[in-house]
């Protein structure tokens, strides 16, 4: 008999046992990935234009030739992880002298909902920094975290053609509109009736020329000497939202302005980008690079391609130097980091990646799987600070490059910005409307990767004195009052909020509400109210005074001695002190608070005050030592008590034993003078 056939068993027992054995690492979905590359491009961008405009914003130049853009549809089937509403073909080009970007897009949006549309609505997100007189210029006062707007910080974005595939020009249909301040000269936000409805599950594809004039860096995009960096650079489509998406209960646009404090929201989509630069250039973007190649002239094309994100940005420098690493852990299948280094911080590469990797392997092991192969960290140059510390998805930017040894900021940062990945990445709630969800959120990640990784804690206490102005959480980011305002909220009291959480059901539960958040609604655009209910169905109690308090409210959980009554009196020869004592609260849900008696003689007797069953405590003590002070909860778990004033009071003796004391006390000044008098 052949030998063939054993060799085929023995073949196939030996795939059965390598699948057995590396089925806990999932090699058996290898083929799967979250990014595929795209085909290579049939013909290169044409004819970018490089002559200056004049700046009418409606003003409009001829019509693009046609393009054959090349198809966004991976090679390989891929696992499909939100609903991509908006498939994006980008290509963009530098101009590195007038420090502007020329770019065409080939925009497919499917109708995902129930009803037909006929108008379109358009982020054009860099007009805010084309006016003083702009919503964002004129409610952040021309600053942003600190960093301020120079005489160049001066930008815009132009559409120069919209049009159909068939050729269709609808550039004269655009209007701007203003819906949340009615500021005429406001043109961050644009519409246009379409020239065929779109039924529902159908498409319009959109062909739109654009040129974006960058100001010098600030409040997240723009340009320092060479360094690039393009966030909310392209005219973008609103989200579209259907019944049942932040519990909406009537579908469409939502649509917000450009304010001084929000930041974005939007739909899942697909990118693909061609980024035209210097061939000098190092590019960094989101998602997975998928081609370089040389134009001629001195220039090259970087490719980018990525599924289930709901933006892209990039950043390019000649002086990048890059440092790439590869990194798997529980939660993480398998992920490529690239560090994108200004030369003053190369030498601190190793503790970027270090952070980095420490906030991967934590809300990997905690929250969920991290589903993208790819995280891209640029650190701009010094004197480029409005670029960093920013967010985008598999893409983040970090403190810009001031200090050759940062302390502790430099791995806060990072790790703050990958934490984001995960709330304001893959959860996606409005951060127009509800930014806590994803401030708060990232902010208390932090914290728990700090330290887990570091050792490093907060003074929670510091932090809660820092409230001078509570405001409700869910709230319009734009109706704060200030930048300040809105940060001690949305970022401190936020966080507060969900470490008060913690400190009610403890740490294990704590992690359980954030994974089944995050778990719940990855890729779902929650609100507070589902939150909410996350945190209900997973203590099994209802969480409404408390939410009502400190989520919708702006209370503070302030605990309180309003009064301490003292006597003294005999009883069988011994000296008893009796004390009468009053306490209030102004909490929102069952806790457990200790008081501390603490004794002239050093001893401390502790109390439990149950809050859920007595809002105001009144009790005696009687002790033959007398009470020096009385503290409510010591250690400050309490984390909304913003008034710790009140939690300490000193006891006073009665009116007779100072009476007593005082007598002594000048006895003995009196004694003091005349010993020491002439």
Do not use: C
Request: hydrophobic content about 35%; overall charge negative; proline content about 5%.
């Amino acid at each position: 008999m052949s030998s063939k056939p054993f060799k085929l068993i023995i073949v196939g027992l030996l795939i059965v046992v390598f699948l057995i054995a590396t089925w806990p690492y999932q090699f058996q979905h290898a083929w799967q990935s979250s990014y595929t590359y795209a085909l290579e491009p049939i013909q290169s961008i044409q004819n970018i234009q490089s002559t200056m405009l004049q700046p009418a914003l409606n003003e409009a130049k001829p019509s693009i030739g046609t393009l054959n853009y090349e198809s966004t549809e991976p090679s390989i089937p891929a696992v499909k992880l939100s609903e991509r509403v908006v498939d994006y073909n980008i290509q963009v080009s530098l101009r590195e002298e007038e420090h502007m970007l020329d770019g065409e897009e080939l925009i497919t949006w499917t109708n995902p909902g129930k009803e037909t549309v006929t108008d379109m609505y358009v982020h054009l997100y860099a007009n805010a920094f084309n006016s003083p007189d702009s919503t964002f210029m004129k409610e952040s006062g021309g600053q942003l975290r600190g960093d301020k707007a120079t005489d160049k910080s001066e930008g815009s974005i132009r559409l120069l053609n919209l049009e159909t595939l068939e050729g269709e020009n609808m550039l004269p249909r655009v209007k701007y509109i203003s819906p949340d301040d009615q500021n005429n000269n406001d043109y961050t936000v644009a519409t246009f009736r379409l020239i065929e409805p779109v039924a529902p599950g159908q498409s319009v594809t959109l062909r739109i020329k654009f040129e974006v004039t960058l100001p010098e860096v600030f409040a997240r995009m723009g340009y320092y000497e060479d360094f690039v960096m393009a966030g909310q650079w392209f005219p973008k489509i609103a989200a579209y939202e259907t019944v049942g998406t932040r519990n909406v209960t009537k579908e469409g646009w939502n649509i917000h302005q450009y304010h001084g404090n929000s930041e974005f929201y939007s739909d899942f989509a697909v990118y693909s980008v061609k980024v035209y630069a210097p061939e000098n250039y190092t590019v960094a973007g989101t998602g997975m690079q998928t081609k370089v190649a040389n134009i001629g002239q001195g220039r090259k094309m970087v490719q980018f391609y990525a599924e289930d994100v709901h933006d892209f940005a990039f950043a390019m420098s000649p002086n990048f130097i890059t440092h790439e690493s590869s990194f798997s852990h529980e939660g993480v299948p398998g992920v490529k980091i690239k560090l994108y280094l200004d030369p003053t911080h190369e030498q601190l590469a190793e503790r970027y990646m270090h952070a980095a990797k420490s906030a991967l392997a934590y809300l990997g092991k905690n929250y969920g799987a991290y589903p993208y192969s790819t995280l891209s960290i640029v650190v701009p140059p010094s004197g480029a600070s409005g670029a960093g510390g920013m967010e985008y998805p598999t893409f983040v930017t970090t403190l810009a490059a001031d200090s050759a040894n940062p302390k502790y900021e430099l791995e806060r940062t990072v790790i703050h910005e990958i934490s984001h990945q995960y709330w304001y990445g893959m959860v996606a709630n409005n951060e127009f409307e509800e930014a806590w969800l994803d401030e708060a959120f990232t902010s208390y990640s932090e914290e728990k990767i700090i330290e887990d990784a570091y050792g490093v804690t907060s003074n929670h206490r510091i932090e809660a004195s820092f409230m001078t102005n509570p405001a409700p959480l869910q709230l319009d980011s734009w109706l704060y009052k200030d930048h300040n305002h809105y940060a001690e909220n949305v970022y401190l009291r936020g966080k507060l909020v969900l470490l008060d959480i913690e400190d009610i059901v403890g740490r294990d539960v704590m992690s359980k509400i954030m994974r089944s958040y995050f778990q719940t609604y990855k890729f779902k655009h929650p609100t507070t109210q589902q939150f909410q209910r996350i945190v209900e169905n997973v203590t099994k109690q209802s969480w409404q005074s408390y939410f009502d308090k400190f989520v919708y409210g702006n209370e503070s959980a302030d605990l309180a001695i309003q009064n301490i009554e003292s006597r003294v009196f005999k009883e069988q020869e011994k000296t008893i002190y009796e004390y009468t004592i009053l306490l209030d609260q102004n909490s929102g849900i069952s806790r457990s608070i200790p008081i501390d008696l603490v004794f002239e003689d050093g001893s401390t007797v502790r109390k439990q005050w149950d809050l859920s069953n007595e809002a105001k405590l009144h009790f005696v003590e009687r002790s033959e030592v007398p009470i020096s002070w009385i503290k409510i909860d010591p250690e400050q778990n309490n984390k909304l008590d913003y008034q710790l004033n009140n939690n300490f009071m000193r006891v006073e003796l009665p009116k007779t034993e100072l009476k007593r004391v005082n007598v002594v006390t000048v006895s003995i000044i009196d004694y003091a003078l005349r010993l020491f008098s002439w």
